[in-house]
C-alpha cells in the first residue's frame, strides 16, 4: 500500500479564494482524520470520520471550513473564503479500531502546506 | 473533552545520554497513548504505544511508563543519538479522537 495520500502536497492562495485539500487513506482503514499544524497551537483534530460518517467535527475551526467522505477511499477539507490565518500544514491520518476498545495506530499523509496570502 | 500537557517543550542532551519527555492527560477514561516523532518537513510517525492495561513497554532504546492513578505517561530514551533529534509529541485517546500534546523538540547534540 502507498500509505495515506494528500494533494496537493503544497497549494499557494489569495486570501478569499476557495481552497480544497484531498486525501485518500490507506485501503482498509475505517477512519479518517483532518488535522492542521501550527507553530502556535500545535497539532489540532479537526475533524474524524467512521465509515464515510462525520463523528465529531467540534475542532473546525469556522462555518469557513467543511469537510466530506463520498466514498471509503476519499475526503475533501474546503476552505472558503480562505484567510492568512488558515496558513498551515494540513494533515490527513487514517486508522482502524483494534476490536477490543481500544485502538490503533493513525498513519499519517505526507501533509499539505497551505499558505494564504 | 481530553487535554494532554507535554513537558518540556524543548530538551536538549549530550549524544549517549538519556531523555525523558512527560505528559499528563485529564480524561480517566482514556486508553490509548501513543508517541509520535516528527523529524523537520515530514509526517509524525508513531514510534511506540502504550494502552491502559500495561504500565509499561520497551522497545530497544524507547520505553513508555504509564500511571493512570496519576494520569501521567512518559517517554524515556536511553544512548540518545543525533538521529533521535526531532519533535516528540505525546497523545492520548479513549474513543477514536486522539489529542495531542504541544510536543518537544529534542535536540541531541555529538
Known amino acids: 500500500d502507498a500509505g495515506v495520500i494528500q494533494s496537493p502536497r503544497h497549494e499557494v492562495t489569495e486570501m478569499g479564494q476557495e481552497v480544497t485539500l484531498r486525501c485518500k487513506p490507506i485501503?482498509?482503514?475505517?477512519?479518517l482524520f483532518w488535522y492542521r499544524q501550527t507553530m502556535m497551537r500545535g497539532l489540532e483534530l479537526l475533524i474524524y470520520?467512521?465509515?464515510?460518517?462525520?463523528?465529531?467535527d467540534s475542532g473546525m475551526p469556522e462555518d469557513r471550513f467543511s469537510a466530506k467522505m463520498p466514498n471509503a477511499s476519499f475526503s475533501t477539507l474546503k476552505i472558503q473564503p480562505s484567510e492568512p490565518r488558515d496558513s498551515a500544514v494540513y494533515f490527513c491520518?487514517?486508522?482502524?479500531?483494534?476490536?477490543?476498545?481500544?485502538?490503533?495506530?493513525?498513519?499519517f499523509g505526507p501533509g499539505t502546506r497551505l499558505t494564504v496570502l | 473533552g481530553e487535554n494532554v500537557e507535554q513537558h518540556p517543550s524543548t530538551l536538549s542532551v549530550q549524544e549517549g545520554d538519556s531523555a525523558v519527555i512527560k505528559c499528563t492527560y485529564s480524561?480517566?477514561?482514556?486508553?490509548?497513548f501513543p508517541w509520535y516523532k516528527q523529524e523537520l518537513g515530514k509526517r509524525p510517525q508513531l514510534i511506540i504505544d502504550?494502552?491502559?492495561?500495561?504500565g509499561e513497554k520497551k522497545d530497544q532504546r524507547i520505553a513508555v511508563t504509564l500511571n493512570k492513578t496519576a494520569k501521567h505517561f512518559s517517554l524515556h530514551i536511553t544512548e540518545t543519538q543525533p538521529e533521535d533529534s526531532a519533535v516528540y509529541f505525546c497523545?492520548?485517546?479513549?474513543?477514536?479522537?486522539?489529542?495531542f500534546g504541544a510536543g518537544t523538540r529534542l535536540t541531541v547534540k555529538p
Open positions: 470520520f467512521n465509515n464515510n460518517v462525520p463523528i465529531d
Open positions: 485501503s482498509g482503514h475505517d477512519y
Open positions: 491520518a487514517s486508522s482502524f479500531p483494534s476490536g477490543s476498545g481500544f485502538h490503533n495506530e493513525q498513519f
Open positions: 480524561d480517566s477514561a482514556s486508553n490509548y
Open positions: 497523545a492520548a485517546s479513549r474513543r477514536s479522537d486522539m489529542r
Open positions: 502504550i494502552r491502559s492495561n500495561v
